[in-house]
């Protein structure tokens, strides 16, 4: 079946440091979307890309649509300590628009 | 109200007890899902209905049966279930072809 492959796991990082995290699939999605789970809650919708070579930003948050359209990334600038989570990007495509979670990155910032 | 609102936020039972979860969503959506998430797994997608009808069953057992009696609700029976069905269960919905809002989900421990 699908897969996504995302990392890192886990990051630990100081206040104001830049964030990078992927996501990587075995198959081809149309839409990658981008989530953000805070304790106790649902997943929260950051960013969606729809089209292959897609750049998209939200506020300090960008993210990619890579050209295979097998990949995406999502990258933070200059961390706070609310950007504190898990992330997880999501891949949509298929006859039934199945969204495919990857297994998240869990983002801790030191202020 | 708007969103996603799932009830109850928690729930422990026993592995003999009947319980169920339920989901309403007022965004004028026509498909909805239930996901279950355990620790250190990505999200796993138990059912999806569309237009009201279920379009999905990923092997989910049998002590787990949804019901989607319209477009805006949705329920997950529970029946004899396990210990190792303690998780954080996520209703999400959507447009057929549109992004998940998820809800906040129901943190479910059997004992």
């Known amino acids: 079946g699908q897969q996504l492959n995302q990392s890192p796991q886990s990051m630990f990082i100081q206040e104001g440091e830049d964030v990078s995290m992927n996501c990587t699939s075995s198959?081809?999605?149309?839409?990658w979307l981008w989530y953000k789970q805070e304790p106790g809650e649902g997943p929260v919708l950051l960013i969606a890309l729809y089209k292959a070579g897609e750049l998209t930003s939200n506020g300090r948050l960008t993210a990619q649509f890579g050209i295979t359209r097998k990949d995406s990334f999502l990258n933070i600038s200059a961390s706070i300590p609310s950007d504190v989570g898990i992330y997880f990007c999501?891949?949509?495509?298929?006859?039934?628009?199945?969204?495919?979670f990857g297994t998240g990155t869990l983002l801790a910032v030191q202020p | 109200e708007t969103g996603v609102t799932q009830t109850p936020r928690h729930l422990v039972m026993g592995m003999t007890n009947k319980k169920s979860l339920k989901c309403e969503q007022h965004?004028?959506?026509?498909?909805m899902y239930w996901y279950k998430q355990s620790a250190k797994k990505p999200l796993e997608l138990m059912f999806v209905?569309?237009?009201?009808?279920?379009?999905e069953n990923n092997s989910v057992p049998s002590r787990f049966s949804p019901e989607c009696p319209n477009s805006s609700h949705l329920f997950l029976h529970l029946h004899t279930l396990q210990p190792e069905d303690s998780a954080l269960y996520l209703c999400?919905?959507?447009?057929?072809?549109?992004?998940?809002?998820f809800g906040s989900g129901t943190r479910l421990t059997v004992v």
């Open positions: 209905y569309s237009l009201e009808e279920r379009v």
């Open positions: 198959s081809i999605f149309n839409t």
């Open positions: 999400a919905s959507s447009r057929v072809t549109g992004d998940y809002t």
């Open positions: 999501a891949g949509q495509g298929g006859a039934t628009n199945k969204l495919i």
């Open positions: 965004l004028g959506h026509n498909a």
